[in-house]
C-alpha cells in the first residue's frame, strides 16, 4: 500500500544512538505489543519496530518499538490477554516530526472495558509514561487514538509492552 509506506515514512525516525527512552523499573522480560497478533483494528495503526530504526518521540528519545496512530480522526486495536499478563506499560507521545504543531492526539487505553488511562498530547509536551496498569487476569487490551483536528492522529505509544 503506497498510501501506508508514504504515511509510515513520515512517521518513522532514523536513531543514531541507543535509545534514551525511560527505561521500565520492572525486572521481568516484557512482551512487546509489535511481537503479539492483535485481533482487531480499525483505522491505520502502524507499527514500528528496531528494524525500521525506530521512532522518536518530541524530545528527540529514540524508541526502539512502536505502534502510531496514522489514520484521520480515530483508530483502535485490541490485543486478547487470556490472563497470561499482569502490567502493561509504555509512554505516549507526539511523534518527532510534528513536535512543534498543535495537533492534539487522545489515547485511551482500556482493560475489559475499564478505562484505565485517557490523555491527550500535543506539540512541545513532554512523553507521558504510563505507569504499569494491572492488567492481571484481563482478558483483552484496547489502544484507541483520535485527533481533534481535521487531519491524522499524529500520536504513538513507544515500547508498549507487558509483563
Sequence with gaps: NELLKNQLTEIVMPSTAASDAPISQNTDTPTYLVDLDWFDMDGEIVYVDETQNGTKDNLGNTYKNAICSNSRFTGFIIYKLDGKYSSFEGDFYQIYAKRSSDYKTTMVISVDDQVRF?????????PIPILPIDVTGASELKISFSSSFNFAAYGALGDPKLY
Aim: net charge negative.
Design 118 to 126: 485517557d490523555e491527550t498530547v500535543t506539540g512541545g509536551i513532554d
